[in-house]
């Protein structure tokens, strides 16, 4: 007996040791599991917020190519409202789809950002089918939804903790003469 007394110190190290080794390893997985969920978590944000943006992008892109056709925008693909109105309706099958996925992924801040640009993009294809509709109304409410499209990025990045992006006022060159 006195042999296993001589060696309970070592057997307890061995055992103290294993523990440790456990306790360690299992900290160690629950942290990278968090991380890696918090990844994923971020990825599914991301392309939520991303979808969303690009149906309401598709809607505006629809209205100047109609502006275009009146008249009131340089966009280079004019089409006449008729031919636009097939694509909208689906454009808005697809944002409403997609503001689900915001709904359920996307922060208060996000959301509220995305419901401010779309109802900006209401008002320009509302303005579309205003008698009094000119070039410098339709300018007028086009800066207004650049206005609203850069608040919902801006909010997107702070949710994110992304560092400030571009705003994505591109200067355009001149028309050059035919």
Known sequence: MSDFIKQL???LGVLIGAFG???VVMRGDRARFRREHAARWQERQLSAYTDYALTLKKTVTLHRRVAAHLGHDAYPHPLPLAEVTPLLVDAADTRSAAGEGLL???SPEVVE???GWALTVMEVEHL???PGCTAD???EQMGK???AREKYYTAIRRDMELPPGHSGRWQLP???PA
């Open 9 to 11: 110190p070592a057997l």
């Open 21 to 23: 080794s456990y306790v």
């Open 104 to 106: 359920m992924l996307g």
């Open 113 to 115: 950002a995305a419901h």
């Open 128 to 130: 579309l089918h205003t």
């Open 137 to 139: 109304t339709w300018s």
């Open 145 to 147: 939804q650049r206005a």
């Open 174 to 176: 001149p028309a050059q």
